[in-house]
């Protein structure tokens, strides 16, 4: 099966992303919620929480990348967003599981290093949630290393004992 990454300045398709970030936030609750984590937010709120912020997602301060399979359906999506002058901050990366098992969630961390690179970036940050293997290994793999809580995180402070946060230095 083939499928298509796309750095995008419009989302095209608004029912079909909030149904993806929809599904993605359900997993996220679940594995918040299993790492020890207190049920803070339904996966309803996190989706209404996106749409008011997707200018920090888009050019030219962040990306929005989204994943078709060949048939055009939306299987995975990540963002990018400016920590601060130097440097971003990865968020929402999913990949749904029908289109697991073809590296699309490593291609999407290096499509948006790649993005990072050409904003001018000097370094990535990410945090991932505690347990959350798969992510953990994506980034372990391709460079990051694990740091303290950085300030600019986007995640409330209340809630960093459930994340594990990771630095990646561009070349």
Not at 52 to 77: E, I, Q, S
Not at 112 to 121: C, N, P, Q, S
Request: aromatic share 10%.
């Amino acid at each position: 099966m083939s499928f298509s990454i796309n750095s995008v300045t419009v989302v095209s398709d608004k029912p079909a992303l909030d149904a993806l970030l929809l599904e993605y936030y359900g997993v996220i609750v679940k594995k918040f919620v299993a790492a020890g984590g207190p049920p803070l937010y339904s996966p309803e709120d996190l989706k209404a929480s996106f749409w008011p912020n997707l200018h920090k997602f888009l050019p030219p301060t962040g990306r929005l990348m989204l994943v078709n399979d060949a048939r055009g359906k939306l299987v995975g999506c990540a963002t990018l967003q400016q920590a601060r002058p130097d440097a971003g901050e990865l968020k929402r990366l999913y990949v749904r599981p029908e289109a697991n098992g073809h590296g699309l969630g490593r291609a999407l961390v290096e499509a948006r290093i790649d993005a990072a690179r050409e904003m001018g970036w000097k370094t990535l940050l990410v945090n991932a949630i505690r347990g959350n293997q798969d992510m953990l290994r994506i980034y372990e793999k391709i460079g990051f290393r694990f740091i303290d809580r950085f300030p600019e995180c986007s995640d409330p402070i209340e809630v960093a004992d459930y994340f594990i946060y990771m630095q990646y230095d561009l070349p």
